[in-house]
């Protein structure tokens, strides 16, 4: 089992920086495949970013590919999620999710096996 918390959330302004950070814990070397999902007021939650997490291989979601950037850490147990030039379109709760296999770099969210509770990311205007 892994153990997958959250953190970094808060207030941003449109067009300024956030990094989120994921700790991992646990059997974490099993789960090869971290992935961030968001899920914004009254939408269903969507997939943001994927990382290999032994090859390093990365996907994106449209919204955000040139704006985000998911990155691990191996010594730390840890995966980042570089927010940059946010809008206010972006605010939602961020979940960190993992799963065994990376796969074809398609993620949904059946398809992860654990998540985090979530941390909050608000773009003010």
């Known amino acids: 089992q892994v153990q997958l918390e959250e953190s970094g959330g808060g207030l941003v302004q449109a067009g300024g920086s956030l990094r989120l950070s994921c700790a991992v814990s646990?059997?974490?070397?099993?789960?090869?495949?971290m992935a961030w999902f968001r899920q914004a007021p009254g939408k269903a939650r969507e997939f943001v970013a994927a990382?290999?997490?032994?090859?390093?291989?990365?996907n994106y979601a449209d919204s955000v590919k040139g704006r985000f950037t998911i990155a691990r850490d191996k010594a730390k147990n840890t995966v980042f999620l570089q927010m940059n030039s946010p809008n206010p379109e972006d605010t939602a709760v961020y979940y960190c999710?993992?799963?065994?296999?990376?796969?074809?770099?398609?993620?949904?969210?059946?398809?992860?096996?654990?998540w985090g509770k979530g941390t909050l990311v608000t773009v003010s205007s």
């Open positions: 999710a993992a799963r065994e296999n990376y796969g074809s770099g398609s993620f949904t969210v059946d398809g992860m096996d654990y």
């Open positions: 990382i290999n997490w032994s090859a390093g291989r990365t």
């Open positions: 646990g059997r974490a070397s099993r789960w090869n495949a």
